[in-house]
């Protein structure tokens, strides 16, 4: 009887996800401009209300959508993409039917499950985001961004102590870089022959990750005036942005999170501490002190 249970609770729950998703999906493809994405994302929507039917016929329950459920993943595929938001949603439904396999003995239910989620993947992948072929050059941006400029930062700190004059110098440091990088993004992506990136677009991505990094990690010395708490605050910032943006490009394009958190945290941190210290011998071979 509890085996009857919980398949018949896993099949009213995957028949109410697939129709939620089926109205999601759809709306999704109402304000899609790509023609091939809305096309794909009705192909989804359609498959949703055939796997809804083939599981109302084993429940023999007709079921609503969940309305505030579509509003959430609608306006986070808005926001963040449709990738990241279908990959993530991918990720959570996984990790919830391994756990409700174990409990489910029905073989074609399971089967059904299994179907969902193979053809999920499958046309998930076929969706093709503009932002996500500019996703090279978010990465460049905040890549040199963080390498470089905590690294300045930490290394003004010392050779400079003035929490208002290592912001203004850092600030001019940061927006000269951010502009020197966008002009050679621009030089680089016009220079591929079969490029698919449009070069203003690309140095566009590249300058304002640049900046917006910028301004995170020099907002800290125009607010506080003890400088190394201000540089703490720096290198915590540095962090949240590795983090953040590590995890959207891992979901978005299926990779390993821990290991490209790790690799830019640690990179951005060593150049940051040996910079500190070329600061602190600099500041003693010259004998000037800041502030």
């Not at 939620?20 to 999704?28: A, K, M, P, Q």
């Not at 179907?115 to 985001?129: A, G, K, P, T």
């Not at 940061?174 to 990088?181: F, R, Y």
């Not at 566009?204 to 190394?228: K, W």
Request: glycine content about 6%; proline content about 1%.
């Amino acid at each position: 009887m509890g085996s009857d249970t919980n398949t018949h609770k896993f099949i009213l729950a995957l028949q109410q996800k697939e129709i939620t998703e089926e109205l999601l999906f759809s709306r999704l493809a109402s304000f899609e401009k790509e023609e091939a994405n809305r096309a794909v994302l009705l192909r989804i929507a359609s498959e949703k209300e055939t796997h809804y039917e083939a599981l109302k016929a084993y429940s023999g329950k007709d079921l609503k959508p969940e309305k505030g459920r579509i509003f959430s993943l609608f306006w986070q595929a808005r926001i963040f993409g449709i990738t990241f938001t279908l990959k993530r949603l991918l990720q959570k439904e996984k990790a919830t039917q391994v756990l409700s396999h174990k409990r489910i003995t029905e073989p074609d239910i399971c089967r059904i499950a299994e179907e969902i989620e193979s053809h999920d993947r499958q046309l998930f992948d076929l969706i093709n985001e503009d932002r996500l072929q500019y996703m090279g050059a978010v990465v460049l941006g905040l890549n040199d961004a963080l390498v470089e400029f905590t690294g300045a930062l930490a290394g003004f700190t010392l050779a400079l102590n003035d929490s208002k004059l290592i912001a203004l110098t850092g600030s001019i440091t940061g927006i000269a870089a951010a502009l020197s990088m966008a002009s050679s993004e621009y030089l680089s992506t016009k220079s591929e022959e079969h490029g698919t990136k449009r070069p203003v677009k690309a140095s566009a991505y590249t300058g304002i990750a640049y900046l917006i990094t910028v301004a995170v990690l020099v907002s800290p010395f125009i607010f506080i005036d003890h400088v190394i708490l201000a540089l703490c605050l720096t290198l915590l910032g540095a962090l949240c942005i590795i983090a953040i943006f590590n995890y959207y490009y891992a979901v978005a394009k299926g990779e390993n999170f821990k290991k490209k958190f790790l690799e830019m945290a640690v990179l951005s941190f060593s150049v940051a501490a040996v910079s500190f210290l070329i600061g602190f011998a600099l500041k003693k071979l010259t004998g000037i002190n800041g502030g």
